[in-house]
């Protein structure tokens, strides 16, 4: 697996009752009442501690060094087990000053206490208008406090084999009607190509392609979560995707990252990858050559809708027990705001940047070499315009995206259908909350 998807995993983390409340990121969630720590500046030299997943972020990191002689950074990379290592060393209080943490698992570890409040550094705050707003709406919970500032996002898009689809007279679909029978057409002229694969140990990836659809997960109101994973809108997907299953049109054996699916689409076994923006160094970097013979188009949407899902990306929290919290705030607002730290972010570890500056960098108006020159980003960021900005993740997202795995294995195998594993992560969501005193209810 990739370290760009090994960062978006998840990871056990229990969740105190006290706090639950308080999970909502983009939700009318009641707002916390705490005080944010102390700000000021520490005398003599500094040296911080940043954990993330980020390939080539010791570089980045070396340049903030070089110019900042009295606040070192010192970097380490956890992408073997992101979630588990931050975890233990929240337990033992012997967390980073800063670490990576996904939009996914903000409200779990929220409600773990395991932030701390950054609102009182005026930087930290100001900092807002400088990201794209539905990013920073996720990082505030409940628009009270600053907990992390966004680093990068996941839009996604249809990465083409543009020879395969040409040698079989494969047209662009614009809909996902259009792409099934792109498949089905595909795999007519040749039995041993599929036009994608179906991950079923990856409810991240399944959870983008609900984002698209409007399957809202949960909601609040009325002082209570409600519990909306099973919806219409998410039983359209998964009935979508059983199809092409039960059609043997797409593979089911294959791990996102794996050797084994980079080994399929070096074979020319799949004509296609349904991905996020990161995604693009992902093939650049492991399959070199078939250089010229991608290219990145619209992700085909239901119907007349132009709405667009997304999949992953990142934040850089403030951590529980960070003593240095003015320095800290000044890194991460030039790690993830400075073009120069976020050029080098996007060229060496495939980076879509959350902050608007970001977006304005020189290379994401250039033609991209290994996709035959065509100007990406522009399919991205088109993508990111149409992702829903009020799609809020829960204080149980760990619980149903296990949930969502498992029955999608089973699925995949035969045993049930993906229906089943929505009904499955609804009733474990509302378990899991009411073991935990959440007020919650399934919801419509």
């Known amino acids: 697996m990739s370290n760009t998807v090994t960062r978006i995993r998840l990871a056990v983390v229990a969740a105190a009752a006290s706090t639950a409340l308080l ?44 110019k900042n002689p009295d606040i070192q950074v010192e ?9 588990g290592i931050l975890g233990n060393a929240l337990k033992a209080g012997k967390a980073p000053e800063l670490a990576q943490v996904g939009y996914d698992q903000l409200p779990n570890l929220r409600t773990q206490d395991a932030f701390v409040d950054a609102s009182a550094c005026s930087a930290a705050t100001a900092a807002k208008s400088k990201f794209v707003p539905w990013t920073w709406s996720q990082t505030s919970f409940g628009g009270t406090g600053v907990f992390a500032l966004p680093q990068d996002t996941g839009p996604m ?32 002229a040749d039995p041993d190509l599929s036009i994608t694969f179906f991950d079923p140990n990856n409810a991240e990836w399944f959870n983008g392609l609900l984002w698209q659809n409007s399957a809202e997960m949960y909601g609040y109101s009325g002082d209570m979560w409600h519990v909306t ?3 219409d809108q998410s039983r359209q997907v998964a009935e979508y995707w059983q199809k092409l299953i039960d059609a043997k049109l797409v593979r089911t054996d294959l791990a996102h990252g794996s050797t084994q699916m980079y080994a399929a689409y070096q074979k020319n076994q799949i004509a ?42 990142s934040t850089v929290a403030f951590m529980k027990g960070n003593k240095y919290l003015y320095e800290s705030v000044k890194f991460n607002t030039w790690l993830n705001t ?60 760990k619980t149903v ?6 029955a999608m294995a089973k699925a995949a195998a035969g ?30």
């Open 157 to 188: 898009a249809l990465y083409v084999r543009s020879d395969i689809f040409k040698q079989h007279g494969l047209e662009i679909p614009k809909t996902w009607d259009e792409y099934a029978a792109e498949a089905q057409k595909l795999h007519k």
């Open 75 to 83: 970097t380490k990379n956890i992408s073997n087990d992101q979630y």
């Open 338 to 397: 400075d073009p120069e730290a976020l050029a080098l972010e996007n060229k060496l570890g495939g980076l879509y940047s959350a902050a608007t500056a970001g977006l304005e960098l020189p290379a994401l108006s250039q033609g991209v070499p290994y996709y035959d020159n065509e100007k990406i980003f522009d399919v991205f960021a088109d993508s990111s315009k149409n992702i829903d900005t009020s799609f809020t993740w829960g204080p149980t997202q």
């Open 229 to 231: 994973v099973d919806s």
């Open 272 to 313: 296609s990858y349904v991905g996020a923006a990161w995604g693009y160094s992902m093939f650049r970097d492991n399959l070199p050559k078939q250089a010229g013979k991608w290219s990145i188009v619209p992700m085909p949407t239901w119907g007349s809708s132009a709405a667009s899902g997304n999949w992953g990306g």
């Open 401 to 406: 995206n296990l949930a969502l795995q498992d």
């Open 415 to 444: 045993d049930g259908k993906l229906t089943d594993a929505l009904a499955a992560a609804q009733a474990a969501a509302l378990k899991s909350m009411k073991d935990q005193a959440i007020p919650a209810a399934a919801g419509k």
């Open 23 to 66: 999970a909502g990121c983009s939700s009318p969630a009641p707002a916390d009442k705490a005080s944010a720590a102390p700000c000021a500046p520490t005398k003599g030299k500094v040296t911080l501690q940043y954990w993330n997943t980020v390939p080539g972020m010791d570089q980045v990191v070396a340049l903030w060094n070089k």
